[in-house]
Each structure stands twice: as C-alpha cells, then as structure tokens.
C-alpha cells in the first residue's frame, strides 16, 4: 500500500469511529430523560405563572405588578409569588397580594389580596 492508501483508510476510520461515538452517545438513560421533564415542567410552571398571576392582580387591584417579592414553590406541584408592597418602591392600591398556581389545574388556584380571597379552586392529586 503506498501513502495515499494509509491515509485514505486513516481518514476513513476516524469517520466510522466518529459515527459509533456519536450513535452510541445518541441513547439517553432514564433517568436524564426524566430530569430533563421535570426541567421543562418546573419551567413551564414558572412561565405561567408569570404571566396569569400579573394579569388576575391586575384584572381584581388595575395594578400592574412585574416582579413579585418572594417565591415560593415545591418545584413539581405548585408556585406561590408574592408581591408585597412595603418591600417595593412601587406604588400599589394594596399592601399583599399573593398568588398560587398549581400544575395540574394548569392556572390560578389561589389569588389573596389584603387577606380577600379572590380566587380559590380546590386542587385534585
């Protein structure tokens, strides 16, 4: 064989070498699956609840809040933000207004505002 054979049989052995690392790094195990969905529904979650808890305070108060104080949640089920406004340079028609959205209602399940419940639906498991 003379150079140029070696180098074409090189050049073509880093290619299958590269198509079997790739192949077999292309298989995730369970568990990464599952800790990439629960990623994605923590965000989902988070998402919308920053964007209906602003609307509902804002449909009940005509306040428009952006960034809530505090943050609760148990990062599966449920995000409670709290918007409270002796913390905040903000002005608002209202001292505290929180917040509750529960993944599987898929919106609001609790909205209190200066201890009114305004919204409130009960949460099924």
């Known amino acids: 064989m003379n150079s140029t054979q070696k180098l074409m049989g090189a050049v073509a052995a880093v290619f299958i070498i590269g198509f079997l690392m790739v192949g077999s790094n292309k298989d995730q195990s369970n568990e990464s699956k599952e800790a990439a969905a629960m990623i994605r529904a923590v965000a989902a979650m988070q998402t919308m609840a920053t964007s209906k808890c602003p609307t509902?305070?804002?449909n009940a108060t005509g306040d428009t809040v952006y960034f809530a104080t505090s943050t609760d949640t148990d990062k599966q089920t449920y995000v409670t933000m709290t918007w409270d406004a002796s913390k905040t340079d903000d002005k608002y028609s209202f001292k505290k207004?929180?917040?509750t959205l529960h993944l599987t209602l898929g919106g609001i399940s609790k909205l209190v505002i200066d201890?009114?419940?305004i919204i409130e639906k009960k949460v099924r498991y």
């Open 97 to 99: 207004a929180e917040c």
């Open 115 to 117: 201890d009114k419940t």
């Open 56 to 58: 509902a305070i804002k």
